[in-house]
Structure formats: structure tokens, C-alpha cells
């Protein structure tokens, strides 16, 4: 366990998902002032949105924070010059190869972590030089894998196959997911829904709220002919559930999704008409509250729980 | 914890799925014989097959042992006299409604559980009377729920609104992931894939040869607009997947599906035109074992996990 709170010198071996549209330099600074990982969440950014959340965070914290770069925009370039520029030591690489970038960024002293959501990807993020990966199972909000492998199937499968230090990613929505993380073999969290929803996430208040109000079975992984995202249901979702029925192909999800969906519902608070994407656990969260309030319940639920489990060796 | 292994009577809180065409009289006595609780599974048995298997069960174990009893059969009511007819104490409901025979079953002596795939019905199940419930997660093989629900967001979820004593099922195919599901508040694991892939199992070798094959991604959740169920990929499964793709319903899939598809892959080891249930962990599953082998690798894993996790709380 030591192996993620050394890598980034935090206290609790929790990461903040870099999500687009909620994770903007508050809650990157407030995930780190409570002692985990903020990450800020440059794919829903342009170059000088991520700069001024940058120099933000700094100002808002003494403490190590990172950003996500999903790798699939045409201005990643841009985006890494960026973060070189403004001393970032840790990013976390998503949806492209991770052979790319590791090597550039690392000979810049910058830690690098890369996402996946199967074994394959795994064992070819390992052979990249990263130095951990984040396993992310079927029930994570967003984007997410073909093979729609749970987190429960999916980090001990990983764990088995390579020693790299591994951050299990859905599902994890209290201590005790965090606990049982850890169990399967992971050595940190990433953590989305929770801080998605918290006061310091940059998501439209019509989104948070929407999150609040889902309940077991609201989300779906969805659009999996395009792209496979994890989104709460809403008339959107339900035009291309409909559409899925009736056969769509991938031009079709395409042209029905368009473009500025997820920024529509996520930032801009349109809940009929734009992309909500939320994991499962979604269902379990009932408030809107400060990040340091969900870190400190977070962290007691955890401990109470690894109490509770120590009495239960069998002889 | 104690309540699982105290009301089964039982050494470890480990229950056998009773699963169609794996579960006969050889597997339920071995996995009571290691000290778990053995299920026969009645659902693809005729009444006098059953009939048969309970007392060649008692003749092998004189430990505990079950029945499960999917509740969708017109002989249901049959299948209840010759459980009670020939002394069976624990009867596991599953696929219907278990107001229907838990108060029937109780007046008769017998320990009743059911078998859920979502928040909603654990707790119309805790309302019946049951003594105990199972909440199985999208991960898990054959039939499964609408809501794709995991088990890592289920337990904690379904433990959150009750107290009932509470079985964990889906993805659960290491002493890790039974460490991990008890940390997420069950009191016990119920085991599928593993038993049906042991050398008990009354599966046809062929199915068992697929299940030791299968990789991460070789499992889908098909047939969702008639019943959702967990397969293997294979030729058949290729043939739904084609169908859906084109937007078949219900009645179209229920054509293609027709009668005997279970038997054919699981029992008579048409791997070609046959349904091979299983769940994901079948990725895992590297051999076919004796069933006291598997219980005792498991013992130990899950000791060593809890080993490893005491040291974990937080200052």
C-alpha cells in the first residue's frame, strides 16, 4: 500500500478521477488539501483553459496534484508542453497508447500513470515504462471497456499478471469498496461519482443533482457501438437506447450523439438533451457535500472496516 | 460473519451455487464434505432425477447440505414434497416470487433463502420472511438482472437498507475476492463458476475444457430482451449477438434460443450449438480440481489476504 502514497507523497492512497467537466482546479486542490490525489481533468479542456487551472491550483495547494490527458485530442502536444511548462509531476494518460507520451514525459521527472479497463491494455501499459496503472471496471462512469469486466473480476486478474503498482477504479463509493479495492490486491483507489458530485466539482448544480436522485439501475453503459460510455438515463440516453434496438450502426450512434453532448449536460446542466456520464455507484450517493467531509468518512469507513475484517481468519 | 456459518451450520460462509446441469449429488457433497454448504440444483432436474440425487447426497455427506430450486417450473410444487419428503433443511429460491413458498417452507422446518439480483427485490425478499438472502452482481454467470447492478456496488448497497444475513455472488473466484466481498458487508460468499469447472462438477468435459480456455472479454451478458444471461462466447452465441445487433426482439431471440440449448452446451458438451453459462471469473479458472482442493486454496488465499490487510488503517 505504501507503493501509492510513496509514488505521489500523499497520506491516503486515494486518486481523484480526472473526469471532464467536474475536475477543474477546485476540486483537484480540495482532493489534495485532504490528503489524496486531485487530478485535474484537461480532455474537456483547450490549452489555456488548463493553464489557468494550473497556476489556479497551485496557488490553492502546497500539496503534489496531477492531470489527466485523455490522448485522443488533436492538441495533446500542446497540452504536454503546457504541463512541462508549469512543473506538473504527475499525469495520468487515458484512451490512446501509452507508448506515446512515457517516455517524453518521464525523461521530464514527471510520474506517469496510464488507464486501463482490460488485462491486455494492462500488461501493454506495463511494458510502457509507466510507473502504475489504473484498472477501471464496468461499473465506472464514462468511457469504459469492450470486455465489460468488473472490478471484482478485473483487479485480481491484473494483479496476478504484473507487480506494477495498481489503482483499482469502479465501483469504489465508500471504505468499504475501498477496503475490498485493496483486498483484491490494488494498492489505491481512483474515485469519480463521489467527487463528481461534491461541492467542489466544476459539474453544472442540475448534473450533481441528478446524480443524487439515481438509484440502483440508473446508469447504463451505453453507445457501445461508437464508443461504450456509462451514462444516468435521461430522454437523451433513452433516444439511443431506442436507437440500439432497432439495430443502429456506428454512423448512426454517431451522428445521434453529435457533438458538445457531454459538455451540454455535465457543465452546462441541460439533463434532457445532454450526455450525464456517472458510474454505478451513483445510486449510493445522497448529498452534495465538501471533498474534505467525503475524505474523512471515507477514510473512518475504511478503518472500521479493516477492524471489522481482522477478526475473520479461519483456522 | 458468524451468522452465515451458524445458520447453515457450517465451517467456512462458503455456498456452492446450485447451478443447472453442474450441481448434482457428486458437487454438493464434496463442497459440504470441505466444509462449505453443497446446493444441489434442482432447476434442471425432472422429480424423480431429483428424487434420486437427494439421497445418493445423504449416503455421501453427513454434513449440510441444499437445494435450489428455481421457482419458473410448472413441477415446482412437486419438487417442494420430495424436498420435504426426504428431510432437506435448507432450500435456496431463486427466478420468482418468494412470498409464494417461504412461509410454507418455514412451517416445515426449513432454513429458506433467496436469491436477488437487485436492491429492490433483497428487500422485498427481507420482507417475506426469508432467512437469508443472495445478491448476485452482473459478473456472475447465467441468469442475471436487469440492472447490470456489480457486486461491488450491490453488497454495499443492499447491507446499507438491511440486516438480513447477507450472500455475496458474482466475480467471486479467489480468497481475495471472498475477503473483498466480506469487507463490502456480506456475511458469505456463494461460489459459481470454480465449482462448475471442478472435477465434482457434473458438467460435460468439453464445457469445463471452454470454461479453463476463457480469457478476459469471453464472457457476455446476451439475451437481454427475453431473460438476461451470462455465456461464453461460442457459434451460438455469435448467432444472438448477430441477431440483436439487427434489433431482434423478444420473440425473435426466444425462435432462435428455442428449448434444450442449457443441456445441450453445459451437459451433453455441444460447445458449437450449446449455452455455456458462466461467469467472468471464468478468466481465472486454469484447471479442472478436486472440489476439497479448490476450498482449501481458497481458505488460504483468503487468510493471507486478511493477513495482509490488517495493517492497513489510517492514523
Known amino acids: 500500500m505504501k ?3 510513496d509514488l505521489f507523497n500523499i497520506r491516503y492512497p486515494v486518486i481523484q478521477g480526472g473526469m471532464i467537466w467536474c475536475s ?10 485532504a490528503g489524496g490525489l486531485g487530478l485535474i481533468g484537461a480532455g474537456s479542456m483547450h490549452p489555456e483553459t488548463l493553464e489557468t487551472h494550473l497556476k489556479k491550483c497551485k496557488a490553492a495547494t502546497n500539496k503534489p496534484f496531477g492531470v489527466n490527458i485523455p490522448l485522443l485530442y488533436p492538441q495533446t502536444d500542446e497540452l504536454m508542453e503546457i ?17 506515446k507520451y512515457t517516455g517524453w514525459l518521464k525523461e521530464r521527472g514527471v510520474t506517469v500513470v496510464h488507464v486501463v479497463a482490460n488485462k491486455k491494455f494492462a500488461l501493454k501499459a506495463a511494458e510502457s515504462g509507466v510507473d502504475a496503472i489504473v484498472a477501471e471496471g464496468f461499473e465506472a462512469g464514462g468511457h469504459n471497456g469492450y470486455e465489460e469486466t468488473t472490478t471484482m473480476v478485473m483487479i485480481p486478474m491484473i494483479r496476478e499478471v ?4 495498481l489503482i483499482a477504479a469502479g465501483g469504489i463509493g465508500s471504505g468499504k469498496a475501498m477496503a475490498a479495492a485493496m483486498a483484491l490486491g490494488a494498492d489505491g483507489v481512483q474515485i469519480g461519482s463521489l467527487f463528481a458530485a461534491s461541492r467542489e466539482s466544476s459539474a453544472h448544480h442540475n448534473f450533481k443533482q441528478k446524480i443524487v436522485e439515481a438509484g440502483d439501475g440508473s446508469t447504463h453503459l451505453t453507445l457501445k457501438n461508437l464508443v461504450p460510455v456509462r451514462l444516468i438515463e435521461n430522454p437523451f440516453y433513452e433516444k439511443v437506447h431506442e436507437a440500439e434496438q432497432k439495430g443502429a450502426d456506428k454512423n448512426m450512434l454517431a451522428s445521434l450523439l453529435g457533438k458538445g453532448r457531454a459538455k451540454k449536460g455535465m457543465f452546462e446542466g441541460d439533463t434532457i438533451e445532454g450526455e450525464l456520464e456517472i458510474g454505478q455507484v451513483a445510486a449510493m450517493i445522497r448529498e452534495i457535500k465538501p471533498v474534505a467531509q467525503i475524505m474523512e468518512e471515507l477514510i473512518l469507513d475504511f478503518n472500521q472496516t479493516i477492524q471489522k475484517i481482522m477478526n475473520w481468519r479461519f483456522k
Open 162 to 165: 504484473t507487480d506494477i503498482p
Open 3 to 5: 507503493k501509492i502514497t
Open 83 to 99: 504541463i512541462i511548462n508549469e512543473g506538473v509531476k504527475i499525469v495520468f494518460t487515458s484512451a490512446g497508447n501509452p507508448k
Open 24 to 33: 477543474g482546479w477546485e476540486l483537484a486542490a480540495a482532493v489534495s488539501n
